[in-house]
């Protein structure tokens, strides 16, 4: 009995019968597949390794709630907000004598246990008195780090006694410690640096006692239900938010990491997706007869759909598991290499990727199809359109000519729409690889003056006018344990604080240096919404904090600067920037004088920022332009302070502000008139650790120490004496860790951002090469397919020409010159869209800079896309004269038969 | 007279399923120069088959054809190349002209891949003697079927073939045209001293040519001159 025919039987025959052409289309569709499944399994590794990350970093906790109350513990204990919370019960607070820092040592419920996650790095969690589990960093910052699981440890420990008290008198404890814990302290602490004194990082056993006299106090950490955060009042209490959103630097690269990974991905499945179009596209316009056929029995445009959509259904099935699992371990494989991804990828993820690339692969088959099923019977029997194609285009015969030459000349202008398609993508990927290759290649590496900077992590300056008291920074031991190391060289230490000048009357300058700081002194609302109308306004408007402080301190005639202070070499290079005086270091470190750096002239420029938004103050030491556009120049000051002028400085000192901002009566208050001993108008940004001054005062370390107390370093630069390598980089990131342990703080090492740069770098170039690669890749294969497609269809006019007389070369020749056009016509759009944009960004930079400087011009890096583009050509060509020689096997009978 | 073009047991075997048709089987013959030769026979006989092994645009299984002394088996693609555009000629049914050239281009085709400046008053008059004049600046698609064949009359004639192979020229014409076709190839024939050597079943065809070939089972049944051209 006969099989009954149908569009899937149909199907089915095309794919055994055509099992050659499909091999190609079979790798095509398990690529595109591949980076379909492969792009959705990226996206799954980033929001499992961001959970997983959080968790570790953090724990399941949302906000942490130190030392309850009663009274707050109830109204915690009613909030419907809350998902769940668990309990530390603190015991005190523990350290080492020669460290003087330490950690809170706390016992968690299981609850708590559950939301903090600890994350057990070696030995076990405490299960009995007298054993403890502590976190790296707090080891580290009690210079306990060499400890080993099973060792004593003795702290000093302040015992608890209720919430936020503890016993004046520390008691000596001795511990084993059973554990070590991966750092989770360090970042919350990080977030919010307020709380160090508050996350435990010593861990005992549950139901541990505090010691007699003492009485425990109760942190809570807390899981908010899903979209309730908002919904939580935790304002009655201590707490601190645990916030995704603050989540920093590892989860930017993560996330940078991941999405980097994707967009390439992308990119590849969306080539890949092309390549689908383009095969399934030849595939069909080879089979051009065949689709007629049907059409003229009878078969409609939906059961031609169906008969070549059940072939590229069936083709995506059969290549759909090894595509899979292709993707899952090459995913596996390359979030292996990347430091903080995990891969989990759930069932719903491999089945939606399943589903994706299927829909994926149908979806760039169909367009083709959609357009095979237009065909009418007849076009395709006997290509009627390129009949009416031709007879409307006007030709004039040539009395003499080069066959190849015409030929090619003629089959450019009735395939144009297919060749521009394809020279237009050639144009695409020429234009990317040469941008990319020459930015890439001309952007310069950072550069580091000092080997190591360590600064503070978080902005400890209350107000531009007055310092906190409660100061974190670096010490003097600090600085001698680095120099201590002997391949370091120096170690230069910077301080800024905050001070007042004042004068017997209110100078314009003070006016514009304080109009300087406007977002701090005057009123917010106002400084908003200035206008030239309203600018004279400003003085009536200032900030109630700034006035109620100069009121308290009874300061009339005063502005805000910055003081900083370096060591003396540093300090005693500026002499080059001096304008009037001479820096005089003994004089500078006895107190007596100081350095002023102030702008020659002050300029105020209120800059239009755009319709709506107002306009923006801002004071320069000369009229600027902004984007081109002049400010509107307000007000404008000249220098009056001279060489041996009088300074009066007044250095604050506050506990705290109240809720509106002002300072509470605990503040101290130091006055000091110093002179000026040199004036440079402007110095170095590395003077101003806060960054954006114009305007302030520098002095060494010991002329600070005589102008106000004692404070601890902001930043210490490091330059070391020979070349670093991994090994003492290394070394020296273990000391500095010591030093910042248990204070927020960015470390830079130059020797590791070279290595990042060089890295990333690599990355992008491998990158970025892959990409234009494949583009090239793809514009190969549309020239390839355009070309042997054409080949393939024209076998009756190769068999035409091979009987009059033409020799293999001359029909080699002739698809080679139309290779040529198309690659010629690529490439030139190309490169000179490059060349445009090129050109027009220096030119525009020019402009913009009113022709002061020459334009700059990146170094052309052109010789990656040439040679792409030859390999290119080699490779298509190669192809051609296959191909040919393929037909060639042929006889001209079998040509022209279309056999 | 000495044969031009000659075929000594010329057979041309083929592969149908697994078993094996002989569409040529050992013919050995020969023509004499300026001779119009028909080749006729029932369909399946062999005569296209014929035609295309003996004018070297298909290999023979066995056998030898030489042409001018030369034994066609000994050259290579190129030479075979060279020896199509300068000294045969070919017209077949379905005109096979290079759709991408006008009329005048296709006709120019040979002489031009041979890389000669073209004899331009001979090509003129092709072009008056086969009244295409008007019609030679139009691409093929712009063209009727026996303006086609005219067009591809003059290309096989472009370069001065000794031989003009025509496979069923006249197949796809109305009787009109192709008894013009048909005169015009015995008038080019004759005024060129060109040897045309014409496939067809048509009788009343085969009964104009001077010697007429049967085939059958790919073998000469019957070889008969009719006389001189009328």
């Known amino acids: 009995m006969k099989k009954k025919l149908t569009t899937t039987s149909l199907a089915l025959g095309n794919l055994k019968k055509r099992k050659k052409q499909y091999i190609t289309l079979l790798v095509g569709i398990i690529l595109a597949m591949v980076f379909s499944s492969g792009t959705l399994f990226f996206i799954s590794c980033l929001f499992s390794s961001q959970n997983e990350l959080w968790r570790v970093r953090y724990g399941n906790a949302n906000y942490i709630a130190f030392e309850l109350t009663e009274d707050n513990f109830a109204k915690l204990d009613a909030q419907s907000n809350l998902a769940d919370y668990g309990l530390a019960h603190v015991l005190g607070y523990g350290y080492t004598e020669e460290q003087e820092k330490g950690s809170v040592i706390a016992w968690l419920d299981d609850y708590a246990k559950e939301l903090y996650a600890p994350v057990l790095l070696d030995g076990k969690y405490p299960e009995s008195v007298g054993e403890i589990a502590a976190e790296q960093d707090a080891l580290l910052c009690m210079g306990l780090a060499d400890k080993q699981i099973g060792d004593t440890v003795s702290l000093h420990l302040q015992v608890q006694d209720g919430p936020d008290h503890r016993l004046t008198d520390a008691v000596e404890k001795t511990y084993t410690l059973v554990g070590i814990l991966g750092d989770k302290r360090k970042y919350i602490n990080n977030l919010d640096p307020e709380k160090d004194g508050y996350v435990p990082a010593i861990f005992t056993c549950a139901g541990a006692q505090t010691e007699i006299g003492g009485k425990e106090a109760l942190s809570a950490y807390l899981a908010v239900r899903k979209g309730a955060a908002e919904h939580l009042d935790l304002s009655y209490m201590n707490f601190t938010s645990v916030d995704q959103n603050r989540f920093g630097d590892a989860f930017t690269s993560l996330l940078e990491k991941s999405v980097f990974s994707a967009v390439m991905s992308g990119v590849l499945m969306l080539a890949s997706g092309l390549g689908i179009v383009n095969a399934f596209n030849s595939n069909l316009s080879e089979r051009k007869k065949q689709i007629g056929l049907l059409r003229a029995v009878g078969a409609t445009r939906r059961q031609i759909i169906g008969i070549y959509g059940r072939e590229s259904f069936i083709l995506s099935l059969i290549s759909a598991p090894l595509s899979l699992l292709i993707s899952y371990f090459g995913v596996k494989l390359i979030t292996g290499f990347m430091d903080d ?92 690889s040469s941008y990319a290759f020459t930015y890439l290649l001309s952007a310069s590496y950072t550069v580091m003056f000092d080997d190591y900077h360590i600064g503070l992590g978080a902005d400890q300056s209350f107000e531009p006018y007055c310092n906190t008291i ?29 001070a007042v000048i004042t004068a017997d009357h209110y100078t314009d300058y003070m006016r514009l240096l304080n109009y300087n700081l406007s977002y701090s002194l005057f009123d917010d609302d106002f400084v908003q919404n200035i206008t030239a109308e309203t600018y004279g306004e400003l003085d009536a408007h200032e900030a109630a904090a700034w006035t109620d402080f100069k009121e308290k301190l009874n300061l009339t005639n005063a502005a805000a600067v910055s003081v900083a202070a370096q060591d003396e070499p540093v300090v005693a290079g500026l002499a080059e920037s001096v304008v009037e005086g001479r820096i005089d270091l003994d004089k500078l470190n006895s107190g007596e004088e100081v350095v002023l750096i102030a702008p020659k002239e002050l300029w105020a420029g209120l800059h239009f920022l755009d319709v709506g938004a107002g306009y923006y103050l801002q004071v320069y030491p000369q009229k600027i332009t902004i984007d081109g556009e002049e400010l509107t120049w307000t007000e404008t000051a000249t220098l009056d302070m001279h060489v041996g002028d009088a300074l009066n400085l007044t250095v604050v000192n506050i506990d705290d502000a109240d809720e509106n901002g002002f300072i509470t009566e605990n503040y101290t208050r130091r006055d000091k008139t110093v002179r000026i001993g040199a004036i440079c108008y402007t110095a170095d940004y590395t003077f101003w650790p806060d960054g954006g001054s114009q305007c302030g005062v520098i002095t060494t370390m010991d002329g600070l120490r005589k102008l106000t107390d004692t404070y601890k370093y902001k930043f210490l630069n490091v330059t070391m004496a020979g070349e670093v390598t991994a090994e003492i980089d290394a070394d020296m990131m273990r000391l500095i860790d010591r030093i910042t342990s248990g204070v927020p703080s960015d470390v830079q090492s130059a020797y590791q951002l070279a290595q990042e740069e060089r890295q990333s770098r690599r990355q992008m170039m491998i990158a970025i090469s892959a990409i234009v690669i494949l583009m090239l890749s793809v514009a190969g294969s549309m020239i390839n397919n355009a070309l042997t497609a054409r080949i393939r269809e024209g076998k009756r006019e190769i068999g035409t020409l091979r009987a009059v007389g033409a020799s293999a070369s001359d029909l080699v020749r002739s698809y080679v010159i139309e290779l040529l056009h198309m690659l010629g016509i690529g490439s030139t759009v190309g490169f000179a869209g490059f060349f445009a944009l090129w050109f027009g960004e220096a030119m525009g930079d020019w402009l913009k800079y009113h022709f002061t400087e020459k334009p700059v011009f990146e170094t052309l890096s052109l010789w990656q896309t040439l040679l792409g583009v030859l390999l290119l050509f080699a490779v298509c060509a190669f192809n051609l004269w296959r191909q040919i020689r393929k037909q060639m096997k042929y006889s001209i009978v079998e040509n022209i038969r279309e056999l | 007279m000495a044969n031009i073009i000659e075929c000594h047991a010329l057979t041309k075997e083929y592969l149908s399923g697994e078993s094996v048709v002989k569409a040529v089987d050992h013919i050995s013959v020969g023509f004499a120069q300026g001779e119009f030769c028909a080749i006729t026979g029932p369909s399946g006989s062999g005569k296209s088959t014929f035609l295309h092994t003996l004018s070297s645009l298909e290999n023979p299984t066995s056998g030898r054809v030489i042409y001018g002394g030369e034994d066609l088996s000994k050259y290579n693609d190129n030479q075979l190349s060279i020896l199509r555009r300068r000294r045969f000629g070919f017209v077949f049914q379905a005109y096979n002209l290079v759709q991408e050239l006008t009329g005048y281009e296709n006709i120019l085709l040979p002489v031009m891949l041979d890389k000669k400046k073209p004899d331009e008053k001979y090509i003129d008059k092709l072009i008056d003697m086969l009244g295409i004049g008007n019609r030679i600046g139009h691409l093929p698609s712009a063209l009727s079927g026996g303006q086609q064949q005219r067009i591809a009359i003059a290309r096989a004639l472009a370069n001065k073939p000794s031989i003009l192979f025509a496979d069923e020229p006249t197949g796809n014409l109305d009787g009109k045209s192709g008894r013009e076709v048909l005169s015009l190839l015995k008038y080019v024939s004759r005024e060129f001293g060109i040897t045309l ?7 009343g065809v085969a009964e104009q040519a001077q010697r007429v070939l049967t085939l059958a089972d790919g073998k000469i049944i019957r070889d008969s001159k009719v006389g001189d051209l009328a």
């Open chain 1, 341 to 432: 991804f995990v891969f989990l990828p759930s069932w719903r993820v491999l089945l939606g990727s399943l589903a994706a690339s299927l829909v994926f692969v149908l979806l760039a088959s169909l367009i083709p199809l959609f357009a095979a099923s237009r065909i009418s019977p007849m076009q395709a029997i006997r290509n009627t359109e390129l009949s009416r194609k031709m007879r409307r285009m006007k030709i004039r015969s040539k009395k003499l000519f080069k066959v190849p030459k015409l030929l090619a000349k003629r089959n450019l202008k009735f395939y144009r729409l297919r060749m521009a398609l394809t020279s237009l993508i050639l144009a695409v990927a020429v234009f990317i």
């Open chain 2, 197 to 203: 050597i014409l496939v067809t079943h048509d009788l």
């Open chain 1, 470 to 498: 409660r100061t974190i920074g670096y010490t003097e031991n600090d600085k001698q344990t680095l120099l201590d190391d002997p391949l370091v060289a120096s170690v230069n230490g910077k301080v800024a604080i905050n």
